[in-house]
């Protein structure tokens, strides 16, 4: 029996991509018909376009170019696209939508579930990415090494011997990790290759799998107190807007550097501004910010001791390709009448 399946990508996440993760289900009898949806636009200026979806869900896109394509579908893959309600009742034959991305903002899961569609996500699809970055981030903010390389593409040859001066051996510190999930944990495995002391805080997780991981885990208070270097891994929702604040600030060490790879609501950027400035920490590195892209005379800019970079962190050609491997072993499950791994509804 053949299963139709309409791959829709993106300028972020081209159908070809999707495609070439997923093309093994030929094998399974799935026919592949492909389409992008706003395929015209730049990557940049797709990001524009979807910028609001995690606030204002699929709704308020226009979907008809999907909906025409929907005919006989009965699986459809999207990455940004949108999946909203009038778009599940156009799908007479659609039985199952994958997200090849984690977040599920683009799919009305509610008019899903009343169409008897099943949903299904891509959770974890960048984490080796973000890990990489994030561990990166930690470790050229320690050394100092995006300034070095200012200093002498500006002519300066400057080498410090003054002990006092001199950056610590990343063994030397403890770094406090800011949520556990697939994010979180693939940074705590890549740290412990350094010997660093490592702090736990995510009250989802119980104590025992941070231990088992080789991590130690605490409050935030007792976190932010401790490290010598936070990183933030946890969502943005209504419990972790500016999560990090004035408060936090004051409790962290004078020698913390702030590392945010996660999402820029997680920071009060006023109050870390002002907690650079005064001392009250030593620096950051952040590839994410409440407003993106940076505006040109955003405060940051000013501030010593900051690795700013234009929220690059999951963006891999291995994560472009791994959203639609994830959910394309899903659909194999359920091709077998099994229950997908990350089934939504």
Known sequence: MTVTCLLCGDPQQ???????????LAE??????RMDWNGDLSPAA????????????????????????????????????????????????????????GGIENIDVEAASANDVDVVHAPGRNKHAVADYATSMILSR???????????????????????????DVNALTIGVVGFGNIGREVVTRLQGFDADIV??????????VRELGAEPDDLSGLLARADVIT????????TESLISTEEFETMRDEAILVNTARGGLVD?????????????????????????LPDDHPLFDCDGVVLTP???????????????????????????GEPTYLVT
């Open 14 to 24: 081209p159908s070809e991509y999707m495609y070439e993760a997923a093309d093994f």
């Open 28 to 33: 399974r009898g799935v026919a592949f018909e």
């Open 46 to 101: 797709f990001r524009d376009v979807t910028m609001d979806m995690e606030a204002i869900g699929p709704s308020g896109y226009d979907t008809a170019t999907i909906e025409r394509k929907l005919d006989s579908v009965e699986v459809l893959i999207v990455h940004k696209a949108p999946v909203s309600a009038e778009l599940l009742e156009a799908g007479d034959d659609l039985r199952i939508v994958g997200c090849a991305r």
């Open 142 to 168: 320690i050394r100092e090494i995006p300034s070095h390389h200012v200093e002498l593409a500006n002519g300066e040859w400057n080498q410090v011997f003054d002990p006092d001066r001199l950056p610590r």
């Open 200 to 209: 736990v805080h995510d009250p989802y997780v119980d104590d025992r799998t």
């Open 232 to 239: 933030l891994h946890v969502r943005l929702s209504d419990e």
């Open 269 to 293: 950027e006023d109050a870390l501004v002002d907690a650079l400035r005064s001392g009250s920490i030593a620096g950051a590195a952040l590839d994410v910010f409440r407003e993106e892209p």
């Open 311 to 337: 929220h690059v962190a999951g963006s891999t050609r291995d994560a472009v390709l791994e959203g639609p491997r994830i959910v394309a072993a899903q659909l194999e499950t359920w091709l077998d009448d």
